[in-house]
Each structure stands twice: as structure tokens, then as C-alpha cells.
């Protein structure tokens, strides 16, 4: 354990207290699917997941937690405890976090295109009639989701989310997630990644509202290889859809426990995130590795 206040554990994040002003992420290489927190990690996982948050908080004008990766000025810690964390953590701003998944979708998949197929619901409720899966929306959705300590998050229509935000904020938001969601995707195109959907969140301090926690992730996001996209057909994606495949074929009923993950569904499950991180930074893993 570390020398610091731990404060949250999330499905793949530790949240520790620096100070009043700071907290300590760490992303661990756990993974999840169903729910369920997945007794096998993933190697290196989280260093993809805080490398690519780090990317996009300096490639991205919008304000965010991020301010430093020098572990060195943290009290307490091991060396042992700062090779542990390196390249994993993040000091950040602390926040009054906003409870609202900011859900923007470019494309109609996964529990959108089921919902939509089967009549409609939250996330639907906007879109024309006649859309397939996987194709191209007409333009950016907004779906944002209440979240959940545990299970699944709920999505919220227009209406309820407004209700839960007010008006003022709700458009704040829609219009900030929007604007980044097009910014990632434009970039991630020209590196011959699509983004299909992804999810924010936000936070104030001291008044400013912030980007905070992981950003444009294969955990937050879905991204797809623009090569091996086909409107009206399932898309392969840089994410834990392997994993999830696996577990389909192995009689899992998707209760605890899950059954241990074979070496080679680890070993290429941890490829393809490595596979994400090198497309969209444009930058050597191993060399992230290095760095830190």
C-alpha cells in the first residue's frame, strides 16, 4: 500500500489524496467485461490508458485535471513504489466531479444500434429512420448517462438529462463533448483510425469546468481500423471486444467469477491495445515505456 490516503477504487482506477488540492490516479492493468472485474490483468494496460490520456490532454485545448507526472514530489513513496506507478499515474487538480457520463456517438453500434433496431429509446430518440449498423450518423449525438457506483450506467434522454443538469449546463456540456469528440475524430482519421463513440467527464474547480479522468481511451472509446470498416456489418476494434469474444465462447453465465483467461487471449488483448496507443499517439510504446 502506499504512503497515501486511498480514497476510491474504481473497476481500473486507485484514487489516492495528495493534498486538499491534488489526488494521485493510478491506472492498474486491470479489466472488466460484464461488469465483472476479470481475475487475469492485462500487462501494461494502464500505462496505455494514462500514455493516450496524456496525449490527448496536450493535444486538446479544453481545460483539464492534469498537472504533473513527477512522482518525486510526492511524500512517502518507495522507489520501489515509484517504479510501480510510473507511467501509470497522474497528479490532477481535485474536482467536484459532475455525475454524468458525457456520451458522444459518431456511428449507431453496439447498445445504441440494438436499442435503435428494437424501437428506439434514450439514445435514439433523435435519429432518423432507415440507419443500419455501424453507419455514419448524420452528425454527433449526445447521450449522456447517469453513473453508476456499480453495474451499468443508465442512459438518459434529452429530457431527464436536462432535468438532472439544467438547461445551462447541459448545453455546456453537450457542446464542449461534441466539439472534442470531432477534434479526436478528424485526428484519429488521418492515422487511419476511426472513432466511433466515446465518453467524458467533467469536473469544476475553483469555478472552471475541466476534462478530467481517462480521455479518449480504448477503455472510453471505440476505435475502429478505418480499413476494415463496412457499414451494416460487426467492426473488429482496439479495445476489449477480444476479450469479451472469448468470454462469450467459454459458457460464462457472466456472474462472478470469471474463468481464467487463456495466455494467448491475454497476449493479444494486451497487442491491441499497444496497437491503439501506437496508431493514435503516432509514438513507440516502448519508447513511452522508456520515458518513464
Not at 424501437?119 to 453513473?147: C, N, R, S, V, Y
Not at 477534434?183 to 465518453?199: E, H
Amino acid at each position: 500500500m502506499l504512503a497515501l490516503k486511498h480514497l476510491a477504487s474504481g473497476k481500473v482506477r486507485e484514487i489516492y489524496e495528495v493534498d486538499d488540492e491534488r489526488l494521485l490516479f493510478v491506472a492498474t492493468d486491470r479489466i472488466s467485461a460484464y461488469d465483472v472485474i476479470l481475475g487475469d490483468p492485462i500487462p501494461d494496460k494502464g500505462r496505455v490508458l494514462t500514455g493516450l490520456s496524456l496525449h490527448w490532454f496536450d493535444l486538446l485545448d479544453t481545460p483539464n485535471h492534469f498537472l504533473s507526472t513527477d512522482l518525486s514530489q510526492l511524500s512517502g513513496l518507495t522507489a520501489d513504489d515509484i517504479a510501480d506507478l510510473s507511467g501509470r499515474s497522474m497528479i490532477v487538480r481535485r474536482c467536484d466531479v459532475i455525475p454524468v457520463e458525457c456520451v458522444v456517438r459518431g456511428y449507431l453500434y453496439g447498445s445504441s444500434w440494438r436499442e435503435y433496431r428494437d424501437g428506439g429509446g434514450p439514445t435514439t430518440e433523435h435519429l432518423p429512420a432507415g440507419l443500419d449498423m455501424a453507419d455514419l450518423l448524420p452528425e454527433p449525438i449526445f447521450t449522456p448517462a447517469t453513473k453508476a457506483e456499480s453495474g451499468h450506467d443508465e442512459n438518459l434522454d434529452e429530457a431527464g438529462a436536462r432535468a438532472a443538469l439544467g438547461d445551462e449546463l447541459y448545453e455546456r456540456l453537450k457542446a464542449t463533448s461534441i466539439d472534442i469528440y470531432l477534434t479526436a475524430a478528424r485526428y484519429a482519421a488521418k492515422r487511419g483510425v476511426i472513432l466511433a463513440d466515446t465518453k467524458f467527464e467533467f469536473g469544476f474547480a475553483d469555478g472552471e469546468l475541466l476534462l478530467i479522468d481517462e480521455v479518449l481511451t480504448p477503455d472510453s472509446s471505440r476505435y475502429w481500423p478505418a480499413d476494415e470498416y463496412q457499414p451494416g456489418s460487426a467492426v473488429p476494434s482496439f479495445d476489449k471486444q477480444y476479450v469479451r469474444d472469448w468470454l462469450d465462447t467459454s459458457g460464462w453465465d457472466h456472474t462472478p467469477p470469471s474463468p481464467p483467461l487463456p495466455a494467448e487471449v491475454i497476449a493479444e488483448t494486451r497487442a491491441r491495445y499497444v496497437e491503439a496507443f501506437e496508431k493514435i499517439s503516432g509514438k513507440s510504446f516502448d519508447a513511452y515505456l522508456e520515458g518513464n
